[in-house]
């Protein structure tokens, strides 16, 4: 009974090596040979990637460039070594650095929760308790916020 959703993340399409590219439809341009998504079936941003493709009328138009990777900050990868041109990843992963990126508008999928429980067995309990009163607070909401998540 203690689970609580303490943050949702943002997805991003990181293209470091292409500025030009501004949005999803964006993706279609030949320039973009290889398209970096995290394996849906394993990792909720390229779960999220798909349904954007898709509720953007684009999946068709790209999937044949698309590239699994097994986790999002694989598919950062990808693109950070030039082995990618675009790939959708968390954009608490690229906040801050250097690179070209934009946000996916999340209207185009289910949302990307970040939650956390105590353990009940655990013997932390008092602190467990603290540090989720800490991350419902304002302090924590600031910080998260400015690594990315909403």
């Known amino acids: 009974n203690s689970r609580m959703i303490y943050a949702r993340g943002q997805l ?8 030009e590219l501004r949005s999803l439809a964006g993706l ?7 398209i970096v998504i995290a394996k849906p079936e394993l990792a909720p941003y390229g779960s999220a990637a798909v349904d954007a493709l898709r509720a953007a009328g684009l999946w068709d138009k790209v999937q044949s460039r ?9 598919t950062k990868q990808f693109a950070d070594t030039g082995n990618g041109d675009a790939a959708f990843t968390a954009s608490s992963l690229v906040a801050g650095e250097t690179g ?15 939650a ?16 989720t009163h800490f991350l419902a607070g304002p302090t924590a909401g600031a910080i998260l916020k400015r690594y990315g998540y909403l």
């Open 100 to 114: 070209h990126y934009f946000l996916v508008d999340e209207k185009l999928h289910k949302p990307i929760d970040q």
């Open 116 to 131: 956390l429980c105590i353990v009940k067995d655990s013997k932390e309990q008092a602190s467990a308790r603290a540090f």
């Open 66 to 74: 698309v590239v699994y990777a097994p986790s999002v900050s694989i």
């Open 28 to 34: 279609t341009n030949p320039a973009i040979r290889v």
């Open 12 to 19: 991003a399409v990181w293209a470091p090596a292409h500025p």
